[in-house]
């Protein structure tokens, strides 16, 4: 038995420490794409004292660790943000292997679970979703249907048009009702690209469960006193994680109707 699982075991090490580097690839386009900078140069540097970043330095989670946090030549801090979503872009890689196989379907969940990482920080943060990132997803979904991805090529493009006909429908009745926007652009875009990738069945459960947190936040905003029924929420925040779940969560979850 030991002889048929190491070559697994090296398979789960290679995608974790792949996952690894996107991770830290992905902790550039969070912080970069949102202000419309390159994410291919200049390469990285202390945001502190603008020092470009040493190679041994820029090491996902091991250079974190052995700097303590600290820029090698300012000793600012450095944003425990950055080894932990090194770590997401790890995890999201080795279990997305361990699910789905070295298989296609296993690259197009992946993939994809990496940029709804990013997109989630880049909306918590900046409370927008980037075109240059919401469409090429929705290409991403089709193009993976065609070929055998995650959902049929008919289930892809409904679950692309569903995704992005009921965001808009909500815009436009918040518009009428109350004279703004109940949601961004933004989410209509990367819910279509969600349906594409999971089919209409899963982006009205993805939807039905970002609804469901986007509202328990809320609710203990209220509580705490640190939000009103006013306050905008990252409505991609939510997207994100509901569509995460719903890819690495047991299948038999997703046909019970648990997500």
Avoid at 74 to 81: L, M, N, Q, V
Avoid at 185 to 201: E, N
Wanted: overall charge positive.
């Amino acid at each position: 038995m030991y002889v048929f699982a190491q070559p697994l075991v090296m398979v789960y090490a290679f995608a974790f420490a792949w996952g690894a580097v996107v991770g830290s690839f992905l902790n550039v386009v969070i912080h970069r794409v949102p202000r419309r900078l390159s994410i291919v140069r200049p390469g990285s540097a202390c945001p502190a004292c603008s020092k470009p970043i040493a190679w041994y330095d820029n090491l996902p989670i091991l250079s974190w660790i052995v700097l303590r946090g600290k820029c090698r030549s300012c000793r600012a801090p450095i944003s425990f943000r950055y080894p932990l979503v090194e770590a997401a872009g790890a995890a999201l890689g080795a279990f997305g292997v361990a699910i789905y196989g070295v298989t296609p379907v296993a690259v197009e969940v992946v993939v994809f679970a990496w940029l709804s990482l990013a997109l989630a920080l880049i909306d918590l943060e900046h409370q927008i979703l980037p075109d240059v990132m919401t469409y090429p997803a929705i290409v991403f979904g089709l193009v993976f249907s065609w070929f055998g991805g995650l959902t049929f090529f008919i289930d892809s493009v409904a679950g692309a048009l569903v995704g992005a006909a009921l965001p808009t429908s909500v815009i436009l009745l918040y518009r009428w009702l109350r004279g703004v926007d109940g949601m961004g652009w933004g989410d209509v875009k990367y819910l279509a690209a969600i349906g594409a990738v999971v089919g209409l069945q899963g982006c009205l459960l993805v939807l039905v469960v970002a609804a469901i947190l986007g509202a328990v936040v809320g609710g203990l905003l209220i509580v705490s006193g640190r939000g009103s029924g006013k306050t905008a929420l990252p409505f991609g925040t939510f997207l994100a994680l509901a569509v995460i779940l719903w890819l690495y969560l047991p299948e038999s979850w997703r046909t019970l109707g648990v997500l």
